[in-house]
């Protein structure tokens, strides 16, 4: 049996592989592959361990129908027609639960980051900027006591929610398809509708997955229906919000501030004005980019293909209706 991977793992990861008798193929060029050579690739391949943004729809998952498991490096599932897949009898395995702490770290520091003018201020020492003292320039807000709005209050949410409360008592109100009853218990999260969400937030922080529903969900009509003080943090996908209407809204003060490790397109280009703005802090999706989290991952992934082509039910699979 033979894995192809699309990325370079760590040595853990082809550990676990090759100790289950697994043949490894680990794609080591720095660029992403071609739709053309991940579906050659694949096609000599029994299962595939999917990192970064390769889209698995429709053509290529019909291509490479004899693919006994799909394992993706990654929590979210959006490159992938998990319909198809289901069809076609392909079990998808993603990796919840690892990479919680981790994200959340990330969207606490994006909130801090923007609300303190840190990249700014970062950027004018390295400019030679830092010459003159004026008093009331350049000034950030404080977070103390402020409405935190989770968008999407699952585990990332709830670990960010928690962290906001503990170290700055943030209240915190939230919107999701389903009630989450241990947040509302524990955190005191109040539910609120969409509309509330947007008018009564401060940090507006988003944890939902990317669905046709919330695809383009944070656009220009959502933005003028924040707060003008509001900051916008999204760690979760960058095709939630319209970037054109994010920067506008930041252009024109409609809110003040946006916190970004996702963006839309991705990578962002190195002149989008994003970059140039005080109120913005941009990293470049490293959410799970810590040693324990990319090893939590990989392990996962790893145990994924091994069940995958023992003909066993993934451990954490997506469609799990192709068992039925």
């Not at 509309?195 to 939902?208: M, P």
Request: charged residues 20%; hydrophobic residues 40%; contains cysteine.
């Amino acid at each position: 049996m033979k894995v192809f991977i699309t990325r370079i793992i760590s040595e853990s990861g082809i550990q676990l592989l090759s100790e289950a008798g697994i043949e490894v193929e680990m794609w080591q060029e720095k660029r992403n592959l071609t739709p053309q050579e991940f579906i050659s690739h694949c096609k000599k391949a029994d299962a595939l361990l999917n990192a970064g943004p390769n889209r698995m729809d429709a053509n290529f998952l019909h291509e490479c129908s004899h693919l006994k498991v799909i394992a993706l490096h990654a929590v979210g599932y959006d490159n992938v027609d998990i319909e198809t897949a289901t069809k076609l009898k392909i079990p998808i395995g993603n990796t919840p639960g690892v990479v919680d702490d981790a994200t959340a770290d990330i969207a606490f520091l994006l909130m801090l980051a923007v609300s303190r003018k840190a990249f700014y201020h970062h950027k004018k020492i390295i400019n030679n900027q830092w010459n003159f003292f004026e008093p009331t320039v350049d000034l950030g807000q404080e977070i103390s006591g402020k409405t935190l709005g989770v968008f999407g209050l699952g585990n990332i949410g709830y670990k960010m929610a928690k962290k906001c409360i503990g170290a700055y008592d943030m209240k915190v109100i939230y919107h999701n398809r389903n009630r989450n009853e241990k947040a509302e218990n524990e955190l005191h999260a109040k539910y609120v509708s969409f509309e509330e969400l947007l008018q009564q937030s401060d940090v507006l922080t988003l944890h939902a997955n990317l669905t046709p529903h919330t695809r383009g969900i944070f656009n220009k009509v959502a933005f003028e229906k924040m707060k003008p003080g509001s900051i916008f943090i999204n760690t979760a996908r960058g095709s939630m919000h319209n970037e054109p209407d994010l920067i506008y809204a930041l252009q024109q003060q409609i809110i003040w501030g946006a916190g970004l490790d996702v963006s839309s397109p991705e990578p962002m280009h190195h002149d989008n004005p994003l970059l140039q703005m005080q109120n913005v802090a941009v990293l470049p999706h490293i959410g799970t980019a810590t040693f324990e989290t990319r090893e939590a991952i990989v392990k996962l992934a790893a145990q994924n293909i091994i069940a995958g082509l023992r003909g066993l039910p993934l451990p954490h699979i997506v469609n799990p209706e192709i068992y039925l």
